[in-house]
């Protein structure tokens, strides 16, 4: 089983600043079909969960840009360049690459 | 536009059976992969099973195995989620989920399965 490690698990960030969420796996998340199967989903309080970002980097359709996912093999970040009041909630990182499918533990985000 | 309804959670005894439904609309059913996903109150997301397009193929979370069977209707763009021998933490909010090549591109709103005597 693929674990997925988010930090930190609580973030308090001033409207405008930029925040960062890191997702690390226990073993590399490269599918023999040579895609990336790590993914971002934001859920705001008392709501479904809701795609942000798919295979590392792509954005989903009207997702501010913003948001920004990066990195390779076992490591990887979400990046929000300038946070909103909108943007608070949970954060997960998803890993679709091996069965079972896991996810990471959740960073929730606050305004401060 | 897509949208998943799911349907059939309610307060179940420990040891008890249940079945959740998700009725899909908005795409061709037939053409997806389907998941549940499993919230406890308070927590975090838990992946609990996948079905493949036609059937064919399932795979479960390791907690769920033996415990759990999920199935599909294609004729009634209806996934299910067959529950058995309930545990008090399996209490929590299942969504029904499409999955686009491997995440998950639509969620539903969920249903609230309570285990408890």
């Known amino acids: 089983e693929a674990m997925l490690t988010q930090s930190p698990l609580s973030l308090t960030v001033n409207l405008g600043r930029p925040a960062s969420i890191s997702c690390r796996s226990s073993q590399t998340l490269v599918h023999y079909d040579g895609k990336t199967y790590l993914n971002w989903y934001h859920q705001r309080p008392g709501q479904s969960p809701r795609r942000l970002i798919y295979r590392v980097s792509n954005r989903d359709s009207g997702v501010p840009d913003r948001f920004s996912g990066s990195g390779s093999g076992s490591d990887f970040t979400l990046t929000i360049s300038r946070v909103e009041a909108e943007d608070v909630g949970v954060y997960y990182c998803?890993?679709?690459?091996?069965?079972?499918?896991?996810f990471g533990q959740g960073t929730k985000v606050e305004i401060k | 536009e897509v949208q998943l309804v799911e349907s059939g959670g309610g307060l179940v005894q420990p040891g008890g059976s249940l079945r959740l439904s998700c009725v899909g609309s908005g795409f061709t059913f037939s053409n997806y992969w389907m998941n549940w996903v499993r919230q406890a109150p308070g927590k975090g997301l838990v992946w609990v099973s996948h079905?493949?397009?036609?059937?064919?193929?399932?795979n479960y979370g390791d907690a769920m195995r033996g415990r759990f069977t999920i199935s599909r209707d294609n004729a009634k763009n209806t996934v299910y989620l067959q529950v058995d021998s309930l545990r008090v933490e399996d209490t929590g909010v299942y969504y029904c989920?499409?999955?686009?090549?491997?995440?998950?591109?639509?969620w539903g709103q969920g249903t609230l399965l309570t285990v408890s005597s």
């Open positions: 989920t499409r999955d686009a090549d491997g995440h998950f591109d639509s």
């Open positions: 079905i493949d397009n036609d059937g064919s193929s399932t």
């Open positions: 998803m890993q679709g690459t091996y069965w079972p499918r896991t």
